[in-house]
Nanobody, 123 residues
């Protein structure tokens, strides 16, 4: 069972920034793909983006140019820097680690999830 601990959420005005963190103890994150999903009330889970073991990142079109995923291998932590936040970014954000195919398939096959961190953008 993979342990995932997300943090950093909060309430910010539109146009603001937040940085989310995801600690993944026990996993060498440089050797796998790590990424983020989000889920708004009443909506399906949505892939935000991921960072491959190579360091290459990929993002959903809705966040491209505004969000950046990075990682600190020594700290076993994955980050999601979110800039120019919009009300439609309001959601609970979850991280995970695994293969690229798991991320691209919508996340339904991940075995473990953390508690997520709530992001609320006020207009």
């Amino acid at each position: 069972q993979v342990q995932l601990v997300e943090s950093g959420g909060g309430v910010v005005p539109a146009g603001g920034s937040l940085r989310l963190s995801c600690e993944v103890p026990g996993i060498i994150i440089s050797m796998t793909t790590a990424g983020w999903f989000r889920q708004a009330p009443g909506k399906q889970r949505e892939l935000v983006g991921y960072i491959r073991s190579s360091g290459i990142t990929e993002y959903a079109d809705s966040v491209k140019g505004r969000f950046t995923i990075s990682r600190d291998n020594a700290a076993r932590t994955v980050y999601l820097q979110m800039n120019d936040l919009k009300p439609e970014d309001t959601a609970t954000y979850y991280c995970n680690v695994g293969s690229v195919s798991l991320f691209r398939s919508g996340g339904g096959n991940f075995r473990s999830w953390g508690q997520g961190t709530q992001v609320t953008i006020s207009s």
